[in-house]
């Protein structure tokens, strides 16, 4: 239990100088980008000219993700089927380490209000790809429906959003790999930013 509070904690370390920004960005005059370089970075003809107006970029004018990752929250295999709606059936036990994890993150939630997320979920690659996509989207679903069912604001989330096989953050050929690319994440959204749409 201690590793999942320094977890939390470390989120809050990310978070807090973001919001931080965030507010100053919203203070700041509006930038112009019509110049080909801003604040030192190729805003119009670099690697990433598309930057939304507002958005929280790094010094090579690109977005970069900021991640919630539930990596706690672990869910049986096949699981939850078509019309599952209760979370706790569909995890794996004990299910209170899985439901810990997402009551920290209601709580994270709701002490930066201003705080928009995308709900997403990625499987591993060991199944059919249309299948693992319906997979995914329903875990992002009943992920998503958890945290609105305890007090955070649909117009807070985006999504939910499933990616199946899409976006592996490891090597798919060892089940150590294929574990951490079964994850279901928050992604925090730059001012300015909008994920996908709610189903």
Request: net charge negative; hydrophobic share 35%; proline share 7%.
């Amino acid at each position: 239990m201690a590793s999942r509070k320094t977890l939390f904690e470390h989120w809050e370390l990310v978070l807090a100088p973001l919001f931080l920004s965030s507010l100053l960005l919203l203070m700041l005059p509006k930038p112009d980008h019509s110049s080909r370089v801003h604040n030192d970075a190729d805003m119009s003809g670099g690697t990433c000219p598309d930057v939304p107006e507002g958005a929280i970029a790094s010094l090579d004018g690109c977005l970069h993700k900021t991640v919630i990752d539930l990596s706690g929250v672990n869910f049986k295999f096949d699981h939850p089927r078509q019309g599952e709606t209760d979370i706790a059936a569909a995890l794996v036990e004990p299910v209170n380490e899985s439901l810990a994890t997402l009551d920290q993150a209601v709580d994270t939630l709701k002490r930066y209000p201003q705080m928009r997320v995308t709900v997403a979920d990625y499987t591993d690659s060991m199944g059919n790809p249309a299948y693992s996509l319906a997979l995914s989207e329903r875990r992002a679903k009943i992920v998503y429906d958890y945290l609105t069912s305890h007090g955070i604001d649909a117009s807070r989330l985006d999504g939910p959003v499933g990616h199946g096989q899409d976006e592996p953050v490891d090597n798919s050929g060892t089940p150590a790999g294929r574990a951490r690319n079964r994850r279901t994440e928050l992604q925090v959204e730059s001012p300015g930013m909008r994920g996908g749409a709610r189903s």
